[in-house]
């Protein structure tokens, strides 16, 4: 069973800066990609970035220039920097592992910006 562990959330004023880890564990295979995604009180879960394998990268709009999604040493862990922090940032953001013939999420870690 893969499992996911997030770390890194923390409560920071707007401006600052926060990088949030995710530990993938129980899996001899490396995912197809991994992302990070996010869901604000009273709001869908959104799509903040994403890395594939062959390393492609999608970020969304609203990160774009501010966040940068990245991987360690054989793919583990998978990173999110955040900079430039706005309190619209603030969610509980998930690590997300596409395994092909599973997917797996993380429990969460609460970032909170305020302004």
């Known amino acids: 069973q893969v499992q996911l562990v997030e770390s890194g959330g923390d409560s920071v004023q707007a401006g600052g800066s926060l990088r949030l880890s995710c530990t993938a564990s129980?899996?001899?295979?490396?995912?197809?990609?991994m992302g990070w995604y996010r869901q604000a009180p009273g709001k869908q879960r959104e799509l903040v970035a994403f890395i594939t394998s062959g390393g492609y990268i999608t970020y969304a709009d609203s990160v774009k220039g501010r966040f940068t999604i990245s991987r360690g040493n054989a793919g583990n862990p998978l990173y999110l920097q955040m900079n430039s922090l706005k309190p619209e940032d603030t969610a509980v953001y998930s690590c997300?592992?596409?395994?092909?013939?599973?997917?797996?999420w993380g429990q969460g870690t609460q970032v909170t910006v305020s302004s």
């Open positions: 997300y592992a596409d395994y092909g013939f599973s997917q797996y």
């Open positions: 129980g899996s001899i295979l490396s995912p197809n990609g």
